[in-house]
């Protein structure tokens, strides 16, 4: 399927968060996600800061992130509070440990939402810790921003920053600003800038050294160079390694930057899935026998059916030498650039896009670790702005860094950092040190998994369509991992590890499940047709596939799909198109065959059904989930309030289950 972006979507991603009035997947009470949703609702009082922040006790930025962006966002408070003189510290929540949380300490958290309804992998233990604590926290300022999407899961919107805002204030903690509910479908990164604004002046006002609030603010909105966070000096001994890419990833990336239970995956088995579409869509199958040098006790490959393979991609190379150009041009510090090996090191407490304290070249760090080709943040454009000699050219493009001008100038334009300083001819210098501090980290993908271990026990397969676009400024994209598989051959490795999801089928056989696809959606579904046509077939499960495609020619996997409704594995079909439909049929949206055919999917939910959603997740998610709600009111002879409280329950029961994603 797809790739995610996570707060409130993966699977959104992500995901990105639906705590509910029940136990979780992992056995946590959840709170329902209704009785925090209002922007008004607060849980105590809003106070000023109660003591001071200094370099002995520095602000505590703790985060929780699975695809990078609140990893991103605390870095960049980090260098925000050092840039206005306020000491600080960022801590993932991994590290977390209650005697962090003293009387005396400010702590800020950046509390993403990730899969459906879950904290972030990284946050799960702090998270559970705060749930369940009954330690005061009186004596502690705090202050929170949430990640989510309103839109990808709008019933569940921010919950898990909701629970982490109102424990704290539970727990006797003070807080400074109110809960800012970050918006992934709006625009976070001009809410996240806007918040820090109100944020460090607060904490500068108390500062043992007495500088003012009015200094902080203006430092957060003046085009002023940051000082980089990280040192690179160039090293005299050399990795003893050879220049393979194997070599590399497990001398440098498996143990300094990729998760821990990466590994590399041989390609098996490569086709295309709609040939004679212009939209590309194409099947990997991987063993779960790694590469050799991996290999151990344990090291073999396990999934379940509706799990994710996560994969590292590294940057399109013609982006990276684009980058090696500028650079050369504009660092003049950094001789022979490309190749020369240096050694990256921390300043200030916190993690890197790069690895730290190990030989590596610039080339390396820009193909493996440094997004290249993600929207600036405001932060970061305002470090370009800074960086411009041309006074003129400075003022536009701080204008970038604000509001509506972000939104409009660098979001919709979809400008990347190359495009800003092609634009910008007067930034004649960008010190690869600055560069390091205030690019982001390359983050993984995440695929839903199209194989099932029930046939398929030897081998992991996904499926994804091939992302290519034109911005509006006519400027060609490709998407970073989806290219890298685009171009992957039989033999190729993938960097990858499995991740374990909540989009598993219901326990009891008899159960009915009712699968929604838009597009390359179909990859989990095509699983859990495996598995019920295997492990069913004298009596399957009761499914129904509701699959929304363009025009037949992105009709993947049809003959299987064909197969199991002629078999019964697949109990009710039905396919929409919404382009060009076969001859004698109407265009439609998937969402109109849902409630066209909502006498018999009232009657499966009424049974217990499991709903299961995988497509887009801006227009999809939430015209299916309108579609079973406008089924719920018809057939349940309900009223639009009644019919959205039932769906809630749904949802309460972890009986609708999403993975969307744009």
């Not at 943040?377 to 003022?395: E, F, G, I, M, N």
């Not at 205030?438 to 046939?455: D, E, G, H, K, N």
Request: net charge negative; with cysteine.
């Amino acid at each position: 399927m797809f790739a995610r972006r996570a707060f409130g979507g993966v699977r959104t991603a992500v995901s990105r968060v639906s705590l509910h009035c029940n136990k979780n997947s992992y056995g946590a009470f959840v709170p329902s996600a209704s009785l925090f949703f209002s922007p008004s609702r607060r849980w105590a009082s809003t106070g000023a800061p109660t003591h001071a922040v200094s370099t002995d006790n520095p602000l505590k930025i703790f985060y929780g992130s699975q695809t990078g962006t609140a990893m991103m966002f605390a870095e960049e408070l980090g260098m925000e509070s050092q840039g206005a003189g306020i000491a600080s510290e960022v801590i993932d929540l991994s590290r977390f440990d209650e005697g962090m949380l003293q009387p005396g300490t400010t702590a800020v958290f950046l509390a993403a939402c990730y899969g459906m309804g879950e904290p972030t992998d990284s946050a799960r233990g702090f998270y559970d810790w705060l749930v369940a604590t009954d330690k005061s926290l009186e004596g502690v300022d705090f202050a929170v921003f949430g990640l989510g999407n309103g839109k990808t899961h709008c019933e569940r919107f921010n919950v898990v920053g909701i629970e982490v805002d109102k424990r704290l204030g539970e727990q006797g903690g003070n807080r400074m600003l109110d809960l800012v509910k970050g918006d992934d479908s709006d625009c976070i990164e001009v809410q996240f800038d806007d918040w820090q604004k109100e944020l460090l002046p607060l904490l500068a006002n108390y500062k043992e050294d007495g500088d003012s609030a009015a200094t902080a603010s203006t430092t957060t909105t003046a085009s002023k160079v940051p000082q980089p966070t990280v040192t690179i000096d160039t090293t005299t001994t050399t990795r003893s390694l050879s220049t393979s890419s194997t070599d590399f990833f497990f001398n440098v990336l498996q143990p300094h930057v990729y998760n821990e239970n990466t590994q590399l995956l041989p390609i098996t088995s490569k086709k295309e899935l709609s040939p004679k579409s212009d939209r590309k869509t194409q099947e990997i199958i991987v063993s779960v026998e790694p590469h050799t040098q991996s290999q151990g006790e344990g090291k073999r490959v396990t999934y379940v059916t509706g799990d994710h393979l996560v994969v590292y991609p590294p940057n399109i190379s013609t982006n990276v030498d684009k980058f090696i150009s500028l650079l050369k041009g504009k660092d003049k510090s950094v001789k022979e650039f490309a190749d020369t090996e240096v050694i990256v090191k921390r300043i200030t407490p916190g993690s890197s896009s790069v690895p730290q304290n190990v030989p590596v070249t610039p080339r390396e760090m820009l193909t493996y670790c440094i997004d290249l080709q993600s929207l600036p943040s405001p932060k970061l454009v305002r470090t370009l702005s800074a960086l411009c000699a041309d006074s003129t050219q400075a003022q536009t493009l701080l204008s970038f860094s604000e509001g509506d001008t972000y939104k409009r100038e660098i979001q919709q334009m979809s400008r990347n950092v190359l495009q800003l300083v092609e634009e910008f001819d007067s930034i004649t210098s960008f010190p690869f040190d600055l560069f390091v501090s205030v690019m982001p980290a390359l983050q993984p993908r995440y695929y839903s998994i199209s194989t099932s271990p029930v046939c398929h026990e030897d081998e992991v397969g996904i499926s994804f369509r091939v992302l290519e676009y034109d911005t509006m400024m006519n400027k060609h994209r490709d998407g970073i991992c989806t290219h890298f598989l685009s171009h992957r051959v039989v033999g190729d490795y993938l960097p990858s590890y499995i991740w374990s999801s909540d989009f598993k089928l219901p326990t009891k056989d008899t159960t009915p499940v009712i699968m929604v696809a838009g597009g390359s959606g179909i990859a989990p579904f095509k699983a859990f047709m495996e598995e019920n046509f295997t492990m069913h077939k004298e009596s399957p499960r009761p499914f129904s596939l509701f699959y929304g495609i363009r025009d037949p020619t992105e009709y993947v996997y049809e003959e299987l799909i064909r197969e199991m409704h002629e078999s019964g594995a697949i109990e009710n079909l039905f396919v929409s198109y919404s382009l060009d439909p076969p001859t004698g049929e109407q265009p439609k949206f998937l969402n109109v065959d849902i409630v066209a055919n909502g006498e018999k999917m009232w009657q499966q939910l009424e049974q217990g059904a499991y709903i299961y959603v995988c497509g887009g997740s801006s227009g999809f998610g939430p015209a299916v989930s309108n579609a079973f709600k406008e089924v719920i009111a018809t057939h349940g002879n309900m009223s639009k309030a009644e019919a959205q409280a039932y769906f809630s329950n749904v949802m309460q029961q972890n009986r609708y289950l999403e993975d969307l994603a744009d």
